[in-house]
């Protein structure tokens, strides 16, 4: 049986972890317009990776707090225990709406949930990438990637970090073979 580097893809709820697995191996992973959807860990083997599409993390319109935080307490359990099995995490953002979000929390005192899973797998040593996803619907891509460096600890510019933050559009294809590549030198397949 050949062993397989494991690829885990985190992000906040609907910022299409499922749509960029998809993209990466061309097979059907459960999605759905609505935060939630994948609620337990799924993987999906390409070659020889394996592809986990972890629950999203952070605020599920219509979720109770109750199950958000326990959610929560699972992924990071899950993370923490599974640590040394991961060859790579890909932190999926949304590259249009992430600097807004930031802003929101930050406002109230608070630490964002994307940043502080980022800081959380660089302090667990876990070999990191951030897909910024859909920027399909970016208007300025080097403002939007720029602000996504500095919040996450990269001093922009991003063209700098093209080794760790990879602009994709899972909707649309774009990034996603720059993304694979990457991948596939993290791991150690190159």
């Known amino acids: 049986m050949a062993k397989f580097k494991t690829v885990f893809l985190l992000g906040r ?30 993987a999906v083997e390409k070659g020889s990776i394996r592809y986990v599409d972890m629950p999203g993390f952070g605020f599920m319109s219509g979720t109770p707090s109750g199950k ?57 040593e876990i070999p990191l990438l951030v897909a910024a996803n859909r920027i399909d619907r970016v208007l300025d891509l080097d ?19 093209m080794d760790v933050v990879i602009p994709t559009s899972a909707k649309t294809g774009e990034g996603i073979d720059a993304l694979r590549r990457e991948i596939s030198r993290k791991v150690g397949l190159n």
């Not at 992973?29 to 939630?36: E, I, N, S």
């Not at 790579?88 to 949930?113: H, K, M, Q």
């Not at 403002?143 to 510019?157: H, M, N």
Request: aromatic letters at 6%; hydrophobic letters at 35%; a neutral charge.
């Open 13 to 42: 709820s609907n910022v299409g972890k499922s749509s960029v697995i998809r993209g990466l191996t061309g097979r059907k992973v459960p999605a759905g317009r609505r935060p939630g959807v994948t609620t337990r860990s799924r």
């Open 68 to 124: 958000r935080e326990e959610t929560k307490t699972w992924l990071v359990h899950e993370i923490e225990t599974r640590r040394d099995d991961i060859d790579l995490a890909i932190l999926v953002v949304d590259a249009r709406a992430f600097g807004e979000i930031c802003d929101r929390w930050e406002a109230r005192g608070e630490i964002p949930v994307d940043v502080e899973m980022h800081d959380f797998l660089r302090d667990l």
């Open 143 to 161: 403002e939007a990637l720029d602000g996504i460096c500095s919040r996450l600890g990269y001093v922009p510019p991003w063209r700098q970090w």
